[in-house]
């Protein structure tokens, strides 16, 4: 595997829900794999689990994780083009790159969409250079539009909490303060249908998200009807994805409180199970009733980005 970005790159959804909970079963059992080999983490920006997790699943398999912050330990680095280089950045990317590339045999990246160009998120702009100047595998760990490890980790959750073949799963909106990236629904969405779960996708007019991601999931703008009978209730905000409206993208057009998930909400559920991919706000996202209540599964979803980060390296250590 060169790239983890969709679910496509990590092939048939059975044998890598076989594999993450093999790999959950025996976390050292490929201890050998990574043995004398480096992969360094590249982060744009802050993260506590992404990072956590990824050097914990690089440690299980024997493999020396390089954390690398950029702008703090490392020079600003430019990423446009032909630019005369007099501001505060001191590095291109285009040298920084290569030279990440010498230091390590994989590489994963965190680098949020800007939100104020669609086009260059959308395009995977930054990743794609990874891809193209590093020589090394890349994984996404939250770029432009997506959070592959982070979706990974939300399907093997469900299959763990289900209690029927087919569970209703709810991926909704909710109310944030700030303006947040499409990237964490939009991976949601795509591994849910990717793994042929009952997708319903519950979003406040404005903020339909890209259907190359939902791929003809059923998108409603009343929440209650939505949440009606669902199994798992997945709460997120995100900012306007600019589909119908270009120039709206990445603005927040709807803070209304009427979306926060509280017990009124999860009532009309079939006894959901509450998820998140955290960090979340509490009391804006949803109440702390909900969130501490016994349906939440916020914590095992949150350890098992272990899994899912465990079993991208794997095979990608495997097809070194
Ligand atoms: C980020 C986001 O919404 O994409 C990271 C989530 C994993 N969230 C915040 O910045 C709060
Ligand atoms: N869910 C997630 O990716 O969290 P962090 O931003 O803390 O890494």
Redesign the pocket.
């Known amino acids: 595997m060169r790239k983890f970005f969709n679910p496509c790159d990590i092939g048939p959804i059975d044998k890598a829900l076989e594999e993450a909970f093999a790999v959950k079963a025996d976390p050292m059992g490929w201890k050998h794999l990574g043995a004398g080999k480096t992969i360094m983490l590249v982060f744009f920006n802050s993260s506590l689990r992404t990072r956590l997790s990824s050097q914990k699943a690089a440690l299980n398999l024997g493999m020396n994780p390089i954390v690398l912050n950029i702008g703090q330990e490392s020079w600003k680095l430019e990423t446009e083009l032909g630019v005369v280089m007099d501001g505060d950045k001191g590095e291109h990317i285009r040298e920084a790159i290569p030279v990440m590339g010498c230091y390590c045999d994989i590489i994963a990246v965190r680098s ?1 969409a800007g939100l104020t160009d669609r086009d260059y998120d959308y395009a995977e702009t930054l990743l794609n250079q990874f891809v193209e100047y590093s020589g090394r595998p890349v994984i996404s760990l ?1 770029s432009g539009t997506v ?1 592959p490890c ?1 979706a990974f980790a939300d399907l093997i959750t469900i299959e763990e909490y289900k209690t029927k073949p087919r569970p209703k799963v709810v991926l909704t909106w909710a109310p944030h303060p700030k303006a ?2 499409q ?2 629904p939009n991976s949601f969405a795509e591994w849910m249908v990717y793994a042929g779960l009952d997708l319903v996708i519950a979003n406040p007019e404005g903020y339909d998200l890209d259907p190359k991601y939902t791929m003809g999931a059923p998108v409603l703008h009343n929440q209650m009807e939505a949440l009606e009978g669902a199994d798992f209730v997945y709460a997120k ?1 995100w900012s306007c994805p600019g589909v119908n409206n270009p120039a709206d993208y990445g603005k927040v057009l709807c803070k209304d409180m009427g979306w926060t998930i509280d017990a009124a909400h999860m009532a009309v559920t079939d006894n959901a199970r509450f998820m998140h ?1 955290l ?1 979340v706000r509490r009391n804006m996202i949803v109440t702390d009733e909900v969130i501490d209540s016994p349906r939440s599964i916020v914590i095992p979803e949150a350890a098992n980005r272990v899994v899912s980060a465990q079993v991208v390296m794997k095979r990608m250590l495997e097809s070194l």
């Open positions: 949020f939250e959070h982070q947040l990236p990237a964490v905000n991919c960090p």
